[in-house]
């Protein structure tokens, strides 16, 4: 959808619209601590009901706003728009900041520690399920309408249309969703003094947040910095790969329904080999393959990336490298959720993942496709280099 932004709320710079891409991001380490406190506290399952309908009110909201290409870039419609724009992709970076680090808590608790590794691979398929569901509704719409259409008003439907999966999702938590009992046993150890227990606890969270969080910085930032340096490299291949080299490729001649397919195709591919490494990770340890992962986009960032910039045009070359390439190492990051949620005990491990895991992707994979864009003009392998660097 970049370019859509890019010409209905950015003037066309594309500088300008990755640099409002980014703001979802920048909050995402606020919503991991502070969602993470809530869910530490009162429990997994409001938190996961609190953030899928922030995130579904944020994405919807984004569909309805006025733009300054059809009102003025001077109007107050057009003006309002844009800062409505990032104050939605403000809250959809709260809410998804701590929507990740709760889905991850809340599965590594229910899951049996021999299968750990399988199950949050589930995590990792959902996620691309919902790529390829948002490739796909994009898809269908620029087909359906037409480039000039699209431009003007189609551009919308797809955030709208999420309202769709959004609610089917905000009913599944509110009445599928079992709280975890790890969490139960470590709140509540007598089942018949549960009420006072939980009221007790609310009035010492009120009492004690910033001795709370003073005590979690001084006790795990080890922790912390481990978990933040062991997700950069995916944050990095995700967002300054996976979803700037989709833009950079249209720009720069990739046929538009090749390219759509070849991204739809990756993220099966990811779909598909997410369950074997899920495997592996229970086989031989969440670190060693985490270390793999690393160490594959370190060879292969910069190759695979001059191979895409010698010929955007070709379909052999954007399946080969796009859709093949760049799925096998993003499928070394299956089970990167549960690494960070391995690294903290139950009491703190919903704010630990918060604060590690979107420290590490709010900075470093945020603003990966800013820094890709700048350094693509820095060099014409400059995005490559920085893929790789970021493996080490």
């Given at each position: 959808?970049?370019?859509?932004?890019?010409?209905?709320?950015?003037?066309?710079?594309?500088l300008?619209?990755?640099?409002?891409?980014?703001?979802?991001?920048?909050?995402r380490?606020?919503?991991?601590?502070?969602?993470?406190?809530?869910?530490?506290?009162?429990?997994?399952?409001?938190?996961?009901?609190?953030?899928?309908?922030?995130?579904?009110?944020?994405?919807?909201?984004?569909?309805?706003?006025?733009?300054?290409?059809?009102?003025?870039?001077?109007?107050?419609?057009?003006?309002?728009?844009l800062?409505l724009?990032?104050c939605?992709?403000?809250?959809?970076?709260?809410?998804?900041?701590?929507?990740?680090?709760?889905?991850?808590?809340?599965?590594?608790?229910?899951?049996?520690?021999?299968s750990?590794?399988?199950?949050?691979?589930?995590?990792?398929?959902?996620?691309?399920?919902?790529f390829?569901?948002?490739?796909?509704?994009?898809?269908?719409?620029?087909?359906?309408?037409?480039?000039?259409?699209?431009?003007?008003w189609?551009?919308?439907?797809?955030?709208?249309?999420?309202?769709?999966?959004?609610?089917?999702?905000v009913?599944g938590?509110l009445?599928?969703?079992k709280?975890?009992?790890?969490?139960?046993?470590?709140?509540?150890?007598?089942?018949?003094?549960?009420?006072?227990?939980?009221?007790?606890?609310?009035?010492?969270?009120?009492?004690?947040?910033?001795?709370h969080?003073?005590?979690f910085?001084?006790?795990?930032?080890?922790?912390?910095?481990?978990?933040?340096?062991?997700?950069?490299?995916?944050?990095?291949?995700?967002?300054?790969?996976?979803?700037?080299?989709?833009?950079?490729l249209?720009?720069h001649?990739?046929?538009?329904?090749?390219?759509?397919?070849?991204?739809?195709?990756?993220?099966?591919?990811?779909?598909?080999?997410?369950?074997?490494?899920?495997w592996?990770?229970?086989?031989?340890g969440?670190?060693?393959?985490?270390?793999?992962?690393?160490?594959v986009?370190?060879?292969?960032?910069l190759?695979?990336?001059?191979?895409?910039?010698?010929?955007?045009?070709?379909?052999?070359?954007?399946?080969?490298?796009?859709?093949?390439?760049?799925?096998?190492i993003?499928?070394?990051?299956?089970?990167?959720?549960?690494?960070?949620?391995?690294?903290?005990?139950?009491?703190?491990?919903n704010?630990?993942?918060?604060?590690?895991?979107?420290?590490?992707?709010?900075?470093?994979?945020?603003?990966?496709?800013?820094?890709?864009?700048?350094?693509?003009?820095?060099?014409?392998?400059?995005?490559?280099?920085?893929?790789?660097?970021?493996?080490?």
């Open positions: 959808m970049e370019v859509y932004m890019e010409r209905n709320f950015f003037r066309g710079s594309a300008a619209t990755w640099l409002g891409f980014t703001a979802t991001f920048a909050a380490p606020l919503g991991g601590m502070f969602i993470g406190m809530l869910s530490d506290t009162f429990g997994r399952k409001l938190a996961v009901v609190i953030t899928v309908i922030g995130m579904l009110t944020a994405t919807v909201g984004q569909g309805l706003l006025p733009t300054p290409r059809r009102w003025g870039d001077d109007s107050a419609l057009g003006s309002t728009g800062c724009l990032f939605l992709r403000l809250v959809q970076g709260l809410c998804t900041g701590g929507e990740i680090a709760s889905v991850s808590t809340y599965i590594t608790e229910v899951a049996g520690q021999k750990m590794g399988r199950c949050i691979s589930c995590v990792s398929i959902s996620v691309n399920v919902g390829v569901a948002a490739r796909a509704v994009i898809w269908a719409v620029q087909s359906a309408v037409g480039p000039e259409a699209m431009m003007d189609g551009w919308r439907w797809p955030f709208l249309l999420s309202a769709i999966p959004g609610l089917i999702s009913w938590r009445f599928c969703l709280e975890s009992e790890l969490f139960e046993e470590q709140h509540d150890s007598d089942e018949s003094d549960k009420e006072e227990a939980m009221l007790e606890v609310r009035d010492a969270a009120r009492k004690s947040t910033r001795r969080l003073k005590e910085a001084c006790t795990h930032y080890l922790e912390v910095l481990i978990g933040i340096g062991g997700v950069v490299s995916f944050a990095v291949f995700q967002y300054g790969g996976m979803v700037w080299a989709n833009s950079f249209r720009k001649g990739a046929p538009v329904n090749v390219l759509m397919l070849a991204g739809i195709c990756s993220r099966l591919l990811q779909i598909f080999l997410a369950f074997p490494v899920g592996l990770a229970d086989k031989y969440m670190a060693l393959i985490t270390f793999a992962g690393a160490l986009q370190t060879c292969a960032g190759p695979l990336f001059m191979a895409l910039q010698a010929d955007p045009h070709s379909v052999t070359n954007l399946f080969v490298t796009y859709a093949v390439g760049y799925a096998l993003a499928s070394c990051f299956t089970t990167i959720f549960m690494y960070c949620a391995e690294l903290f005990p139950t009491a703190v491990r704010l630990g993942v918060g604060v590690s895991f979107n420290v590490g992707f709010g900075f470093c994979g945020g603003f990966a496709p800013l820094v890709a864009e700048a350094a693509l003009e820095w060099s014409p392998y400059g995005p490559g280099l920085l893929l790789s660097s970021a493996g080490q």
